[in-house]
């Protein structure tokens, strides 16, 4: 199992920016990639970005490319999501979630952790 904790959520004005980590702990040889989806009030869940856990590589939605960006430190077992230019509608439940080598989809989640961007 893998075992995921959020943190760096909060309260930004339209145009900041915040950083969210994620602490990954357990099994992380197990680990294919990494993600981070969001979910606002009355909307499904949404992919944001994902990065492979060996390679690095990392893809995004349209609607965040050029504005946020997924990294990850293999050696603190983190994974960040730097969010700039912040727009009203990234306001959502943050969560960060890990898809195995089993390559089953989003096998581990978060608690998740709040964005909220005022106007």
């Known amino acids: 199992q893998v075992q995921l904790v959020e943190s760096g959520g909060g309260l930004v004005q339209a145009g900041g920016s915040l950083r969210l980590s994620c602490a990954v702990s357990?099994?992380?040889?197990?680990?294919?990639?990494m993600g981070w989806l969001r979910q606002a009030p009355g909307k499904e869940r949404e992919f944001v970005a994902a990065?492979?856990?060996?390679?690095?590589?990392?893809n995004y939605a349209d609607s965040v490319k050029d504005r946020f960006t997924i990294s990850r430190d293999n050696a603190k077992n983190t994974v960040y999501l730097q969010m700039n230019n912040l727009k009203p509608e990234d306001t959502a439940r943050y969560y960060c979630?890990?898809?195995?080598?089993?390559?089953?989809?989003?096998?581990?989640w978060g608690q998740g952790t709040q964005v909220t961007v005022s106007s």
């Open positions: 979630a890990a898809e195995l080598r089993t390559r089953r989809g989003w096998d581990s």
């Open positions: 357990g099994r992380t040889f197990s680990i294919f990639r």
């Open positions: 990065i492979s856990w060996s390679s690095g590589a990392t």
